[in-house]
């Protein structure tokens, strides 16, 4: 079988490494595929979580950590790894906490008591308490995965970590209020601080997200055009048949045409990542967040057909 490989020299021996990449980019776009097609929300916030504290607080929905909208992490990071499995964890305490909480409010109603108000603080403490060691995970995995990314300008990664490192920071200042409140009204000071930064939190993990979604992709379209470059030199080397090879490069002229297209809409796409002085700033929401994964999975197709059409003028 090895004679035979070295005998057919004619076109096949770099096929198998185009072949290869070709393999490997549609590996990346199935992982974009697997990962977006259906995105969902937790609501981590609970409208009514900050008991006897307000009747009108805001719930704030941040983009889950699950599975659909993160990508599993390679086997070599394992601080990912278990990041991961502390956030689904500390995530199904939330969810405990939470119906403990909506158990004592509803004794609390009910009675009318004393003991009973005391047992609906020390509840609406301890799920304020688990909400924030949850977001501290959920902004922790952002922080991995964006430096495991690549096709995401160097710069804005680097503010993009410093906004989530910030986030952080005022989460942990926050988390310390909690700890420390003691009663009913410092539980109320605790609450009105996360309203204060609840905003903040939302538009830096959507805003992480958004541009996870785009390196993703912004990386398979890198690799496809390394791999368009490297078919088109091997045609000229190797295509001794003047009929095809006219073919084959019209079949390229229509690739270039789709991956130009591609490139546009990936760049239109950056574009509103970034904020523009004298204009209105990028607002990163559920709502954009959904526009923008909508937007890339078209690409996700555009680059999945250029793909085919690859290994079609690799043909023999």
Same mark, same amino acid.
Request: hydrophobic share 40%; glycine share 2%; net charge neutral.
């Given at each position: 079988?090895?004679?035979?490989?070295?005998?057919?020299?004619?076109?096949?021996?770099?096929?198998?490494?185009?072949? =290869?990449?070709?393999?490997?980019?549609?590996?990346?776009?199935?992982? %974009?595929?697997?990962?977006?097609?259906?995105?969902?929300?937790?609501?981590? !916030?609970?409208?009514?979580?900050?008991?006897?504290?307000?009747?009108?607080?805001? #719930?704030?929905?941040?983009?889950?950590?699950?599975?659909?909208?993160?990508?599993?992490?390679?086997?070599?990071?394992?601080?990912?790894?278990?990041?991961?499995?502390?956030?689904?964890?500390?995530?199904?305490?939330?969810?405990?906490?939470?119906?403990?909480?909506?158990?004592?409010?509803?004794?609390?109603?009910?009675?009318?008591? /004393?003991?009973?108000?005391?047992?609906?603080?020390?509840?609406?403490?301890?799920?304020?308490?688990?909400?924030?060691?949850?977001?501290?995970?959920?902004?922790?995995?952002?922080?991995?995965?964006?430096?495991?990314?690549?096709?995401?300008?160097?710069?804005?990664?680097?503010?993009?970590?410093?906004?989530?490192?910030?986030?952080?920071?005022?989460?942990?200042?926050?988390?310390?209020?909690?700890?420390?409140?003691?009663?009913?009204?410092?539980? /109320?000071?605790?609450?009105?601080?996360?309203?204060?930064?609840?905003?903040?939190?939302?538009? !830096?993990?959507?805003?992480? =997200?958004?541009?996870?979604?785009?390196?993703? =992709?912004?990386?398979?379209?890198?690799?496809?055009?390394?791999?368009?470059?490297?078919?088109?030199?091997?045609?000229?080397?190797?295509?001794?048949?003047?009929?095809?090879?006219?073919?084959?490069?019209?079949?390229?002229?229509?690739?270039?045409?789709? /991956?130009? #297209?591609?490139?546009?809409?990936?760049?239109?796409?950056?574009?509103? %990542?970034?904020?523009?002085?004298?204009?209105?700033?990028?607002?990163?929401?559920?709502?954009? %967040?959904?526009?923008? !994964?909508?937007?890339?999975?078209?690409?996700?197709?555009?680059?999945?057909?250029?793909?085919?059409?690859?290994?079609?003028?690799?043909?023999?």
């Amino acid at each position: 079988m090895q004679s035979a490989d070295r005998l057919n020299t004619s076109k096949t021996v770099h096929v198998p490494l185009i072949l =290869l990449v070709l393999a490997s980019v549609s590996f990346l776009i199935a992982i %974009f595929t697997a990962r977006s097609a259906s995105a969902q929300t937790v609501t981590i !916030v609970d409208d009514e979580a900050p008991l006897l504290a307000t009747s009108s607080a805001q #719930a704030s929905t941040l983009p889950s950590a699950s599975p659909t909208n993160l990508p599993s992490p390679s086997p070599e990071n394992r601080e990912l790894t278990n990041l991961r499995e502390k956030y689904r964890t500390d995530l199904s305490i939330y969810r405990t906490d939470e119906r403990d909480y909506q158990v004592a409010k509803e004794q609390y109603n009910k009675l009318q008591t /004393l003991a009973s108000l005391e047992v609906a603080v020390q509840a609406t403490r301890k799920v304020l308490i688990s909400r924030t060691t949850v977001l501290q995970d959920y902004l922790g995995i952002l922080k991995l995965m964006l430096n495991e990314t690549s096709g995401i300008d160097v710069g804005e990664k680097t503010q993009l970590l410093q906004e989530l490192d910030a986030a952080q920071a005022r989460l942990k200042v926050h988390q310390q209020l909690v700890e420390q409140a003691i009663d009913r009204n410092l539980i /109320l000071n605790s609450v009105k601080d996360f309203n204060t930064i609840s905003q903040d939190l939302t538009t !830096v993990s959507y805003k992480s =997200l958004s541009y996870l979604s785009y390196g993703r =992709l912004q990386t398979v379209y890198d690799k496809t055009l390394v791999v368009r470059n490297e078919v088109a030199a091997q045609l000229e080397e190797r295509e001794k048949n003047g009929l095809a090879l006219g073919e084959k490069r019209r079949a390229l002229d229509e690739i270039d045409r789709n /991956l130009a #297209a591609t490139r546009d809409t990936l760049n239109k796409i950056h574009t509103g %990542f970034v904020p523009v002085q004298g204009m209105q700033q990028p607002r990163f929401t559920s709502e954009s %967040f959904g526009q923008t !994964v909508a937007t890339l999975s078209q690409v996700y197709a555009d680059l999945l057909r250029n793909l085919t059409f690859l290994r079609e003028v690799i043909k023999p």
